[in-house]
Structures are given as C-alpha cells and as structure tokens.
C-alpha cells in the first residue's frame, strides 16, 4: 500500500487509487468471517457447510471474497514497485537504494499488526516479496517472465501436493479437537500470547504464498508497462476481463461447492485469475464515468488514498466489535450468520469511507502514512 502513495495524481492513478480503495474493503470482506467466527481463525479454516439455503447462501458471499481481493491488492504492489522503480530511474538514482529501506519498514509495519491485532497479517509477506522483485524489476522482459513462469510454476506444484493431501485424507486445514474460547471469551493478553507462541501455524501462510506473490509482483508491472491504465490500453482490460471473469468464475464457482479437499485451489489458484478479471474491469469503469465522482467513487479513493490506515485500523475495529475482551459480537450473533456478518462488513466499509475521505480533507496523508512517511524519511535526513 505504501508502495504506491507516491504516484503522480492523473486519471489512471484515480483508477488505480479506486481499485487499491477495492481491495482493501475487499480484503475485510475476507478477513470478517474470520473475526465474526466464535472460534475465531480456527473455525473459519472449517469447511463451510452446504444443505440448508443460508449455509449455501453463506459458501456463495463467501466464494465473493476469498482470496480475490488479496490477489488484486498484490497486484497493485507490483504496480507500486513498478511505478517506485521508474521515479527511481527518473531521478537518476541508485535502485534499489532505499527501497530496500522502505520494505524494512513495511515488515516492521506488518510486524506489529500481527502481534497486536490480527494473526493473517499480509504486510509482512509482501515486504520480504518486494526485496526480492526489487532486485528483478530493472531485469530484461525474458528475464522477468522467466521469473514469473518459474514462481507461478513452483506455486501451482505446492498447492496440488497439498490439494492432493486434502482429496486422500492424508492432510486436513483446521476443525478437530474442542472448540476454542479464546476469541469468544479470552482476554486480549490470552489472545495477543497465543499469536506469539503459535507463531509457526499464523505464520506459514505467509511465506508459502511468496512464489504466488512474487509472480504477481511481476505481472502487475508488466501490465502497468503494457499500459492497463492507459486510454488505449480498453482491448488488454477487454482481454483480461474474458480470461478472469470467462475462465476463473466458472471453475471457482464448481471448487466453492466442491468440498474442503479443494479449499486451496479455490483460495489460492483460480483467485487470482479473477484478480486479473478486476485490474481489467475497474480501471474501464472509471474511464467510462462522466461528470463529478460520486459519494462510492469519493469513497473509495479516499481509502485507497489511506489504503495502510485503513488496512490496519479496519481489522481493528472488528476485533474490538466481535471478539470476547470487546463487545463479543461474534457470539451474540452467532444465530443471525451470514445476514449479521454483511451488516457489519458494510458498516466498517461505510466508516472508513467517510472517515477517510473527512481526514484528507484537512491532511494529505493517512496517519500510518504520515508516519510511515516521517521513519522512511528519517535516515536520509
């Protein structure tokens, strides 16, 4: 998200701006399932049960989100590097130089977030990430796709050996043993204690998603060099909305309902094939709109304009709304699932677009921004 602030304004940033805005939003669409469970993250890594209207209707909001908006924002983090290591070139400067720098601090973000609010923090997978495409970006294109096929090759490899697991029982993802309080009733002490001991299991899909990210890194700087955001560029948006929308729904929409043995493929494979659908769709949307933008366009720019608050401060508050050392949400609403969980999925987005877009008015960055801004900048002083 850092990656990405310090862009020129024109019209295509604005787009880039309303689908980093997207996928923030997007990534609590995910991210509340796992905050309204009263198990927490270990009853939302349970197969989710389909028979009955409301459960089939909870696998489809569910198969909206999963993984989709993670994809799409790790796109835009290959785009802000991309756009990072022009600037660079612009200046004359040395590359990586500080950038190297600035992923430093994205892990120490990450770091943070993790320890004291939320244990599938992302911030820290893409700082190592960006300290190894920051070293490819600047390569020749054979180069760089080499790099992409290699990274999306390996990470195909992994996610069919686990797949394999789950289809001959020989693995499982969450579920056994007695239902935990921790979330429902613990302290934030308990809870903030057991990330740290669990530190291996929280942690491990943040680093077998890094060949994922990697490729991704890559992909979304060669489209912003193919011109995605460009005027002209309307035929390779087309052309990425029939591969995402044409190939990657259909199949996701047979995993989503398939049984827990394909939850990794439906997670991590055909996700972000949709994610590219979205970099196509998004960017049409907004060149297409004539006139003043609207409150949802406002919206939406401004959170992507404070994508790291946001990000941060969102998970926040949803910890607090719906874990037990809060107001124990989860559990008093554990009868209303899954109409409660979008009620307040859309009350935390309606929040941070109001309070995003009233902050930039009367200050030019977020406040993890400004702050962030202020230690990138401290050293070179």
């Not at 995910?30 to 939302?44: H, K, L, Q, R, Y």
């Not at 909206?64 to 924002?73: E, I």
């Not at 998970?315 to 949400?329: M, P, R, S």
């Amino acid at each position: 998200m850092t990656d990405l602030q310090q862009a020129p304004t024109s019209r295509r940033i604005t787009a880039i701006d309303v689908i980093r805005g997207v996928a923030i939003l997007g990534t609590l669409g995910t991210n509340v399932w796992i905050f309204t469970d009263p198990e927490g993250p270990a009853g939302s890594l349970t197969a989710v049960a389909t028979g009955t209207i409301t459960a089939n209707i909870e696998a489809a909001i569910r198969f909206l989100a999963n993984g989709k908006f993670l994809a799409l924002l790790t796109l835009l983090f290959g785009i802000g590097l991309e756009l990072q290591y022009r600037s660079a070139l612009r200046r004359r400067g040395r590359w990586p130089g500080w950038y190297l720098w600035r992923a430093a601090l994205l892990f120490i973000e990450g770091l943070l977030h993790y320890v004291l609010i939320f244990e599938f923090d992302v911030l820290m997978s893409y700082a190592v990430t960006s300290m190894l495409v920051a070293y490819l970006i600047g390569r020749s294109e054979r180069a760089i796709r080499g790099w992409t096929i290699a990274m999306a090759s390996l990470h195909v490899a992994f996610i069919g050996v686990c797949t394999f697991g789950l289809l001959s029982g020989h693995a499982s993802i969450g579920g056994g043993g007695e239902p935990s309080q921790l979330y429902a009733s613990g302290s934030y002490l308990d809870q903030l204690s057991s990330r740290i001991a669990d530190w291996g299991t929280y942690r491990s899909e943040s680093i077998f998603i890094i060949p994922m990210s990697t490729a991704l890194f890559l992909i979304g700087a060669r489209l912003y060099r193919a011109g995605v955001f460009a005027p002209e560029g309307q035929r390779l948006r087309n052309r990425l909305m029939l591969f995402g929308f044409g190939v990657g729904v259909p199949l996701n929409l047979v995993t989503v309902y398939a049984g827990h043995g394909w939850f990794m493929v439906d997670r991590y494979i055909l996700p972000p094939i949709i994610a590219l659908g979205m970099l196509g769709l998004i960017p049409s949307v907004v060149g297409a709109m004539r006139g003043a933008p609207g409150p949802l366009h406002r919206g939406l720019t401004s959170v992507g304009r404070t994508a790291l608050s946001c990000y941060v401060f969102q998970n926040l508050v949803a910890t607090i709304l719906c874990y037990g050392w809060g107001f124990g949400l989860a559990t008093r609403f554990d009868w209303a699932r899954p109409w409660w969980v979008l009620v307040i999925w859309a009350a935390i987005c309606a929040t941070f677009m109001a309070l995003s877009t009233w902050w930039l008015r009367h200050f030019e960055r977020g406040p993890l921004e400004a702050a962030w801004n202020w230690a990138y900048r401290l050293p070179q002083r």
